[in-house]
Each structure stands twice: as C-alpha cells, then as structure tokens.
C-alpha cells in the first residue's frame, strides 16, 4: 500500500500564511493532504529496472 511505503518518510513542511494558522486542520502536517503526498511521491520515485 503507497501509505505504508511513505509513512514515516516524509516531513512536508507547508509555509501558510500566518493568519490562516488558526483555520487550519490539526495534524501531523496542518495544512497537507497527507494522501496527496504520498502519491506525489509514488508518482516521482525510482523504479528499478529503469
């Protein structure tokens, strides 16, 4: 599962503006779409053999 190839791997850092800090979601990574992260980063990953 792509969750469990990333989890732990990446630490998005997104650099809102400070007056949306209060309106955001809480979370490992306020602001990110964890999921669309790690399919950023399936789509971008070495495959062997290529």
Not at 9 to 29: D, I, K, Q, R, Y
Request: charged fraction near 20%; avoid cysteine.
């Amino acid at each position: 599962m792509i969750a469990d190839r990333w989890d732990g791997h990446v630490w998005p850092a997104p650099a809102p503006h400070a007056s949306m800090l209060a309106a955001m979601p809480t979370g490992a990574f306020p602001g990110v779409d964890t999921w669309d992260v790690y399919t950023f980063l399936e789509r971008h990953r070495p495959r062997a053999g290529e």
